[in-house]
């Protein structure tokens, strides 16, 4: 079955512009959720959809923001960039639901962005 | 709050050496606890995962042992290739209230293997 699907891959803003990523999750998989990895500060939880509801969130400014639609798929925005909100930003699903066990989660290529 | 600590690299090794790489992780519950892939240019992948103490993952030769007594989840492979090049991410998950799942990384660990 098809991945997790990451647009675009690669991008160059300039400060003070706004991004929009978009993330295809696994079929089935009703959560989603966005990591940024910088050689800084590594791998960071962003934010964690489920069924289009924004389910828990990471100590990232208000400029971070995201959605889900109804067929799973999210997209995240950042608005009013800055040189160090370039970074790779990883979307990942899961089924999301308790039951399930330890949730796995499903790594797509990611977004490599850089602010200009 | 939840954290993980591993070992900093890069580590360098011969083609079929033994490889640890250490992690050890900090958690107010009873976590589950991964080991992630990250080849250059793409995105991480699950290398293996264990859920409960003393449960061992593994994958592709790679083994990871769940130890609650001393909080750690040590990667161990027998004998690397080339082709394992890449960094390794331990991490951990609580199943939230919620239902809902966030990991919390490692550092990350660069492993190059040379011929």
């Known amino acids: 079955k098809a991945g997790v699907t990451q647009t675009p891959r690669y991008l160059i803003k300039t400060r003070g512009q706004q991004v929009t990523l978009s993330c295809s999750p696994i079929s089935g998989h009703r959560s989603v959720s966005w990591y940024q990895q910088t050689p800084g500060q590594g791998l960071q939880f962003l934010f964690e959809y489920f069924s289009e509801t924004q389910r828990n969130k990471g100590n990232f400014p208000g400029r971070f923001s995201g959605r889900q639609f109804s067929n799973s798929r999210s997209e995240m925005n950042v608005s009013t960039l800055e040189l160090g909100d370039s970074a790779l930003y990883l979307c990942?699903?899961?089924?999301?639901?308790?039951?399930?066990?330890?949730?796995?989660?499903?790594f797509g290529a990611g977004s490599r962005l850089t602010v200009l | 709050g939840d954290s993980v600590t591993q070992m900093e690299g890069p580590v360098t090794l011969s083609e079929e050496a033994f490889l640890t790489i250490n992690c050890t992780y900090t958690?107010?519950?009873?976590?589950?606890l991964f080991w992630y892939v990250q080849y250059p240019g793409e995105g991480l992948q699950l290398l293996l995962k264990?859920?409960?103490?003393?449960d061992k993952g593994s994958n592709k030769g790679f083994e990871a042992t769940y130890r609650k007594e001393t909080t750690s989840f040590h990667l161990e492979k027998g004998s690397v290739q080339v082709s394992d090049s890449a960094v390794y991410f331990c991490?951990?998950?609580?199943?939230?209230?919620?239902?809902?799942?966030?990991?919390?990384f490692g550092g990350g660990t660069r492993l190059m293997v040379k011929p």
């Open positions: 991490a951990l998950t609580l199943i939230l209230n919620n239902a809902g799942n966030m990991l919390t």
């Open positions: 264990a859920t409960k103490a003393d």
């Open positions: 958690a107010t519950g009873y976590p589950s």
């Open positions: 990942a699903s899961s089924l999301g639901l308790a039951s399930s066990g330890a949730n796995v989660l499903t």
